[in-house]
């Protein structure tokens, strides 16, 4: 389905193609590349140069090919009747009633695990981070998960849908409103698709048909984003393993970085257990700054009086 909305990527796209055009034989594009994209891929180029033009579509990876690394195809406006386009998704929206989706349940042993770690975290970002706890988003709807895993084709680890159905990520730009370590906001459901679309982009028109490897390599379009950081960096989810890693824009994945865990749920279970007692997580040490907001830092310091505050419900997983 293509998005009824299209959303302008402006400076990342601008990067990504000039330095497609020299892989394909142009240092110097002599011109400015706009891209106009969308979830399912609509991209508009223009260098100045439609020769150039030509050559970096054809370099890019085929429907077939993306796929195969995960990744959402390119469709080329130029190829599309762009009005057409938009005619048939409004169809598929506004035809009938919305469709339902099979509803799952987590596995109940690893959905405890997970409520029981943000039981611990509420707790202490109320009685001494309240603006935090306030920020946590509620949980998605079991349907909301069940339509994303469906149109998808993808299912989340069960501790990762768990919590999910907890808090869907928290407020602010890139989740800042709940940082973990590093300075990783905490994503949403639907932040997963926005960060694949982002890291998807450059493998596609780059053309970059080896490396792309969610055990070793470069990022893979199956991996589930979790985090986010102003650098570009995320916090990521391998979903045939549950592991969490680390992926930034110049370097290769990470499981055994700052923040790589053997699980989503062993990540909660370390930060309840480092807010707790006031310890580190890993090497960082959870503060508290004058608006009441949950930080990380290098040293230990005393909490900050007077940022208790009433608790936050958390609506219980109903399947």
């Not at 020299?22 to 706009?34: C, H, I, L, Q, Y």
């Not at 439609?50 to 990876?61: F, Q, S, T």
Request: a neutral charge; charged letters at 20%; hydrophobic letters at 35%.
């Amino acid at each position: 389905m293509i998005a009824s909305r299209w959303t302008r990527v402006a400076g990342p796209a601008l990067a990504v193609a000039l330095l497609i055009a020299g892989a394909v034989g142009e240092p110097d594009a002599g011109g400015s590349v706009r891209c106009f994209v969308s979830y399912g891929g609509l991209l508009s180029l223009s260098c100045g140069d439609p020769g150039l033009e030509a050559r970096i579509k054809a370099h890019a990876l085929t429907p077939d090919e993306a796929k195969a690394i995960g990744c959402p195809p390119v469709l080329w406006e130029d190829d599309h009747d762009l009005a057409a386009l938009e005619r048939e998704a409004q169809q598929q929206v506004s035809t009938g009633d919305p469709p339902t989706y099979p509803l799952r349940a987590p596995g109940q042993a690893v959905a405890t695990r997970v409520n029981q770690a943000w039981d611990r975290i509420e707790r202490w970002l109320g009685a001494h981070a309240s603006a935090t706890l306030r920020r946590l988003e509620f949980g998605t709807g079991p349907q909301d998960l069940a339509r994303w895993e469906a149109t998808r084709g993808r299912r989340l680890p069960d501790d990762l849908y768990a919590s999910y159905l907890r808090h869907n990520g928290a407020d602010g730009n890139l989740g800042s409103g709940f940082q973990l370590p590093m300075s990783y906001g905490l994503l949403g459901l639907y932040d997963i698709d926005q960060v694949n679309s982002g890291r998807c982009l450059p493998l596609v028109l780059w053309g970059d048909r080896e490396g792309a490897d969610p055990e070793h390599g470069k990022w893979h379009g199956s991996l589930l984003a979790v985090g986010s950081d102003s650098r570009g960096r995320n916090l990521f989810v391998e979903p045939r393993t549950g592991r969490v890693g680390e992926a930034s824009r110049r370097e290769r994945l990470a499981y055994d970085g700052p923040m790589g865990w053997p699980s989503y749920v062993a990540m909660l279970e370390a930060l309840a257990g480092a807010l707790e007692p006031g310890g580190a997580l890993r090497r960082w040490y959870p503060v508290v700054t004058v608006g009441c907001e949950l930080r990380w830092a290098e040293h230990p310091a005393p909490l900050r009086p007077g940022c208790a505050g009433g608790p936050r419900p958390s609506p219980s997983p109903t399947g």
